[in-house]
């Protein structure tokens, strides 16, 4: 710990506190699918066993009773609606509470729709859940901690890389640390029981290694991390697979710069073994699990790769068009939720601020300030990247390039693949925020272009600024469910 920096402490301080603070103020059931993800973690916990059994409840009896009593899935995305929260209600789930069977935490496991996923997160979440004993909603909160836990490895996974790509400028990694500490849909989906979080550190963390290799060189330790690193976000969830396309890029990068450096190929050759020792004891561990328990590995790859009707290349790129741009007349139109802009809908009120269920987001004026503001911090980092392109690493640029492709690429395909099998899409915002890493770099450029007497204020602007929307937003849920 005498290591750590002192700022860095301090941001993973601000950070728990504002996971915990999500913790508390979102009501329980009120965030996308957690009914699920709790179902999933009450079953390893209770049963020691995946859900997805047919003829069983996809709940448990205390959790259905639990959320009957609070109003939860009356409340879920219907804006006039609140969920019970009264000393009253309290004392009857305590009445009630005290009253239900050691069996009711146990007849959950059926089907449901977080089933697809890997445990990873879901094993976490149970240890979490033993740990803490006690009432139903006293569990529920221990496994939303382990989600707060997982955002403070994403901060500092931002601090690491941040640090890597600027040797260790302490401003801007303060800049790039703290708006992830402060980024409001950062901390709320820290707030929830869900494999996001996670993922979103372990996205971060992949970047981070990915990069240290692409500019140093591999080596059997940064390689063996990698591996593990790439492996535990697949056995997460299965989405995250997007992650070895750039993987192989900055293992090839690596591996060629190590070998010019030092004529050592077998050296090398081993790092790369580590690494796929990496990923055979993580991901291969649920691979070979899954086979033997008779389960799909990656059930949501499968899904989205497959579905009977065929794919067009002209129609996915018509998808693309009317996803960024507007519908041309002889188009054929995509109907979802938000047609005339979804980029807007997904891409930028997504990743801001859609809380509850999606319900819960700031008024469209706010958000038209917020791409003003996404929009120059682009212009000032291209313009920086323009001005250092002499110190910069075209193979660094490459590999962030390709990762923010492929996560691109794989949200796109999969909403394709839903709303041509007659769903209304799969894009939702928070499936970007694995690219949080790529985005906190973007900040950390805007500042590294500006006089060096100028960076220190632009950061605290930028603090300033995400602590004001974090504020905002958790006015926003308040409103929404207790005013």
Avoid at 457 to 465: D, F, I, N, Q, S
């Amino acid at each position: 710990m005498r290591r750590v920096p002192a700022p860095l402490l301090a941001l993973l301080a601000i950070a728990f506190l504002v996971g915990t603070a999500w913790s508390l103020v979102n009501p329980a059931f009120q965030t996308p699918d957690e009914a699920a993800h709790v179902a999933y973690a009450q079953s390893l916990a209770e049963r020691s066993s995946l859900p997805g059994d047919e003829g069983r409840s996809v709940s448990s009896t205390e959790q259905a009773t639990a959320a009957a009593l609070m109003n939860a899935d009356q409340t879920a995305g219907v804006l006039a609606t609140r969920p019970e929260w009264s000393r009253a209600a309290a004392d009857r789930w305590a009445a009630t509470e005290a009253g239900l069977p050691a069996a009711a935490r146990e007849d959950g496991g059926g089907p449901n729709p977080a089933a697809p996923n890997p445990p990873l997160s879901y094993v976490a979440d149970a240890a979490a859940y033993k740990v803490a004993g006690g009432g139903f909603f006293t569990r529920l909160w221990a496994m939303r901690m382990t989600s707060v836990l997982a955002f403070l490895l994403t901060v500092t996974g931002v601090w690491l890389l941040c640090g890597e790509v600027f040797r260790r400028d302490r401003v801007l990694q303060v800049a790039a640390a703290g708006a992830t500490a402060l980024a409001p849909m950062l901390g709320f989906l820290a707030g929830a029981v869900m494999p996001d979080p996670l993922v979103i550190a372990l996205s971060t963390l992949a970047l981070w290694l990915g990069a240290r290799i692409v500019r140093r060189g591999i080596s059997t330790r940064d390689a063996l991390a990698f591996g593990v690193v790439v492996g535990l976000a697949g056995a997460t969830k299965s989405a995250s697979l997007v992650l070895v396309p750039p993987a192989l890029l900055a293992l090839a990068v690596g591996a060629w710069r190590a070998r010019a450096r030092t004529g050592d190929t077998r050296a090398a050759v081993i790092a790369l073994a580590a690494w796929g020792a990496g990923i055979a004891a993580t991901l291969g561990v649920w691979v070979v699990t899954a086979r033997i328990i008779g389960r799909a590995a990656a059930a949501q790859v499968s899904t989205a790769a497959g579905g009977s009707t065929p794919f067009n290349v002209r129609e996915f790129l018509s998808y693309l068009w009317q996803f960024y741009l507007p519908k041309l007349p002889f188009m054929s139109a995509y109907e979802r939720p938000n047609p005339t802009k979804p980029v807007f809908e997904y891409w930028v009120k997504g990743t801001w601020g859609n809380f509850g269920w999606l319900e819960v987001h700031f008024a469209d004026p706010v958000h038209f300030v917020l791409v003003a503001v996404m929009v120059t911090v682009a212009l000032l980092g291209v313009i920086a990247l323009v001005r250092l392109r002499d110190r910069v690493d075209p193979w660094l640029l490459a590999f962030f390039t390709v990762a923010a492709l492929t996560i691109l690429a794989g949200l796109h395909w999969t909403d394709y693949r839903q709303i041509r099998g007659g769903a209304l899409g799969f894009a939702q915002g928070r499936y970007l925020l694995p690219l949080a890493g790529l985005a906190a770099l973007l900040v950390a450029l805007a500042l590294r272009g500006l006089p060096t007497r100028a960076r220190g204020v632009g950061a605290a602007v930028v603090l300033a600024g995400m602590f004001t929307l974090t504020l905002f937003s958790f006015g926003l849920v308040l409103d929404r469910f207790y005013a």
